[in-house]
């Protein structure tokens, strides 16, 4: 099992940093309205959420909503996602997995895709071209 959950936090990651590196450094401050977060805020949210659901959802750990403030440099929101990314896959290579942990899991992956798709939106009006989807 523990095998499979790897393989989808893999592609996750894989797709996300894809989606990440499609939008050009000097348009990370984009975004479509004045009422949503930019693209960098928007990564930086999906970043620091994997950890806040890991902490609350499968280890267990009630953890308060802090999140640090966002930047919106490319290179270090890139940086942080995939930090964040490896701290799950290390969290789930040492995770006895009951039901409970395994639905936080599967509920962070599904955070990560909602907001992912937000992003996706986000580069298709900004005039970006987003990646092909691979799974």
């Known amino acids: 099992m523990k095998k499979h959950l790897l393989n989808l936090l893999d592609h996750s990651r894989d797709y996300t940093l894809a989606v990440a590196e499609a939008m050009p450094a000097k348009e990370y401050a984009f975004r479509p309205v004045s009422t949503v977060w930019n693209f960098g805020e928007l990564l930086h949210h999906i970043a620091y959420s994997i950890a806040w659901w ?55 992956l599904d955070h990560i ?23």
């Open 54 to 108: 890991e902490d609350n959802y499968i280890k267990g750990v009630k953890t308060e909503w802090n999140p640090p403030a966002a930047t919106v440099a490319k290179a270090d929101i890139k940086t942080y996602i995939e930090m964040m990314y490896s701290d799950l896959a290390n969290t789930v290579e040492k995770t006895k997995f009951n039901d409970d942990a395994l639905a936080g899991f599967y509920a962070t």
């Open 113 to 135: 895709t909602h907001h992912r798709g937000q992003a996706i939106t986000y580069l298709r009006c900004a005039g970006q071209v987003p990646p092909e989807y691979t799974y």
